[in-house]
């Protein structure tokens, strides 16, 4: 029998490199078109076909293009093999990627990391946006954010923060199309959860923390639970929290603190001790602590998930048990 050809030996589609790089599939057809970074051989003369050879000068490009070298310019040294020490750059968000942590589903989930920021440090918003989409469609929104989008932006942010302020426009980018991507993956409100049921989820960070995002993949993944929300997002006063809990008679709070300066135990005890009900049968809300500010500090009876699959477990069991 046979065996089946290699992908070294037939060659990776349009799509599957897209992927690879961190690009649109539009941007490769546009730089084959242009600037003549093609694939040499076309299978059947017309569909494209990227051979080892193709991949390389499109890796030497997209480093270039990456760093702010122009398109043209970057062609002719793809083209002709040269560096460029622009291309340096890039190489820093690479090895941010590396320090963000070990990624348990192998390889094709690395290369999606190091593809998403290739794609954010070249301020390519519609590759970002693909990018981001088909992460959360092959892997669902647990997985998605992570070992895709949150990795990504770890190594991002730090690249911003060794960098003296440098790049810290391709962190907003990345930042409001991972926001963009997790609120269209959130199911709208579930239907009649004010109406007698258990009390919602609260989500709030923090007075003075800034940092929303990982409770935005959170509000996601319990609205795919039908585990109704209260989404309150950045630097809630803790007046407005502790209204809003005495109010709402949530089943239970999440209290993200990004930094161990915002984390104050005393607020959440405060949240933990709030009461609401008739008299005789008052009831108080479960807290969660989430984030990495509140380590280092234990809090007998306020748990602290470990991440996003164990928070959407431990709420959903309370939720139920409501």
Excluded: K
């Amino acid at each position: 029998m046979s065996e089946s050809p290699s992908p070294d030996d037939t060659g990776l589609t349009t799509g599957a490199l897209a992927r690879r790089l961190g690009v649109a599939p539009t941007t490769l057809r546009s730089w084959d078109r242009r600037y003549g970074i093609g694939p040499a051989v076309r299978a059947d003369g017309r569909h494209r076909r990227w051979r080892p050879g193709d991949v390389a000068v499109l890796e030497t490009m997209c480093r270039l293009t990456s760093s702010g070298v122009p398109p043209a310019e970057a062609a002719r040294a793809a083209r002709a093999g040269a560096s460029h020490p622009a291309a340096e750059a890039v190489g820093a968000v690479r090895e941010g990627s590396r320090a963000a942590g070990a990624l348990p589903l192998g390889g094709d989930v690395r290369q999606e990391c190091r593809g998403l920021a290739r794609a954010a440090v070249r301020l390519d918003a519609p590759a970002v946006a693909e990018q981001l989409a088909g992460a959360v469609e092959r892997h669902g929104l647990t997985v998605a954010w992570q070992e895709v989008m949150a990795p990504t932006l770890h190594a991002v942010g730090r690249r911003w923060t060794s960098s003296g302020d440098r790049y810290v426009e391709v962190e907003h980018l990345l930042s409001w199309h991972v926001s963009t991507t997790l609120r269209r993956a959130t199911r709208a409100a579930v239907p009649g959860d004010a109406a007698g049921g258990p009390g919602p989820v609260v989500l709030a960070c923090v007075p003075g923390e800034q940092h929303t995002l990982p409770l935005e993949a959170l509000n996601a993944g319990l609205g795919q639970r039908d585990v109704p929300t209260r989404m309150f997002g950045a630097a809630v006063p803790a007046e407005a929290l502790t209204a809003a809990v005495q109010r709402l008679g949530p089943v239970a709070v999440v209290l993200w603190a990004q930094a161990r300066s915002t984390a104050s135990l005393a607020l959440a005890r405060h949240v933990a001790d709030a009461r609401w009900g008739v008299s005789g049968a008052r009831r108080t809300p479960a807290v969660l602590l989430g984030g990495p500010g509140w380590t280092g500090r234990p809090a007998p009876g306020l748990p602290r998930p470990t991440g996003l699959g164990d928070a959407l477990e431990t709420l959903s069991g309370v939720y139920d048990a409501s």
